[in-house]
Nanobody, 123 residues
Framework: QVQLVESGGGLVQAGGSLRLSCEAS????????MGWFRQAPGKEREFVGG????????DYADSVKGRFTISRDNAKSTVYLQMNSLKPEDTAVYFC????????????????WGQGTQVTVSS
């Protein structure tokens, strides 16, 4: 089993920045890739970005490309989501997730999920 704990959410004005962290514990050797997803009220959970554990592959949703960056610290088993130039439409609960087999945009690929952290961007 893998446990994931997100932190770093909060309230920020439009144009501001936040950095989310996701610390993994347990059988982290099983992790192949990490993803960030978000869910706004009344909407489905959507892929934001992800990275494989080796760092050789990362990808982002078009809506965040150029503004969000994922990085990882394998020694700390932690993945970060740096969010810049935030917009009100970025407001959502942000979840990190871990996949054991492959990296993809699909929710069903991910085996473990954190509890989420709220990000609110005011206009």
């Amino acid at each position: 089993q893998v446990q994931l704990v997100e932190s770093g959410g909060g309230l920020v004005q439009a144009g501001g920045s936040l950095r989310l962290s996701c610390e993994a514990s347990g059988r982290t050797v099983d992790i192949y890739a990490m993803g960030w997803f978000r869910q706004a009220p009344g909407k489905e959970r959507e892929f934001v970005g992800g990275i494989n554990w080796s760092g050789s592959n990362e990808d982002y949703a078009d809506s965040v490309k150029g503004r969000f960056t994922i990085s990882r610290d394998n020694a700390k088993s932690t993945v970060y989501l740096q969010m810049n130039s935030l917009k009100p439409e970025d407001t959502a609960v942000y979840f990190c997730a871990a996949a054991r087999r492959r990296f993809s945009w699909s929710r069903v690929t991910y085996d473990y999920w954190g509890q989420g952290t709220q990000v609110t961007v005011s206009s």
